[in-house]
């Protein structure tokens, strides 16, 4: 039996909690930390992270592969009754296609003022007429831990790229000592 069928009535930080390990399986894969799961009825039918790099896809975003992973699982590109767990604020393109995907709810944990979608620098997924779908947004859901996945990731990449250019140096300073 899949662990999926073990899931039943569970809270909004259950469920962030499985996107944060998809967040994990991206940050291992040096993919920057975000994931998604998809949830109906209680039951888990789609999880994602983001692999952007993985795939060389600039749309290969945590929510577009979580979304294309529960349309298939559904037999529907209509989420009706669906909740989409992601860790970090949608972007535009995955705010557009939450609306065109029609899933009832949107959960996330780190609010993006710059370039989220969801409310923090605009909001596509409040009935904006030519959209024609409402999400209902709760934000904030395990947010620190969220946070916490993605500021390790960049601490890490900043000192892994100040080692190689430290490794630069020497090397180019071994050159003119060799000359
Ligand atoms: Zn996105």
Redesign the pocket.
């Known amino acids: 039996m899949s662990e999926n069928f073990l899931i039943e009535g569970k809270s909004d930080e259950f469920y962030m909690e499985l996107a944060l390990r998809e967040a994990v399986k991206a940050a291992n894969a040096g993919e920057v930390p975000?994931g998604a799961v998809i949830v109906k009825d209680d039951r888990v039918i789609a999880r994602s992270w983001n692999q952007v790099e993985t795939l060389k896809d600039a749309?290969a975003?945590?929510?577009?592969l979580a979304l294309t992973s529960a349309m298939s699982s559904v037999g529907d590109w209509r989420l009706e009754g669906c909740t989409v767990f992601v860790t970090k604020e949608?972007?535009?393109?995955?705010?557009g296609?939450l609306v065109h995907c029609r899933p009832d709810r949107v959960v996330f944990g780190i609010p993006d003022p710059k370039g989220g979608?969801a409310g923090g620098w605009i909001n596509l997924l409040d009935s904006n007429p030519p959209l024609n779908h409402k999400c209902e947004v709760t934000s904030e859901v395990l947010k620190d831990e969220c946070l916490a996945i993605l500021q390790s990731f960049f601490r890490e990449a900043r000192a892994k790229k100040k080692a190689e250019k430290d490794a630069k140096k020497q090397d180019s300073s071994n050159e003119v000592e060799d000359s």
């Open positions: 975000i749309t975003h945590a929510e577009m949608p972007c535009p393109m995955c705010a296609a979608a």
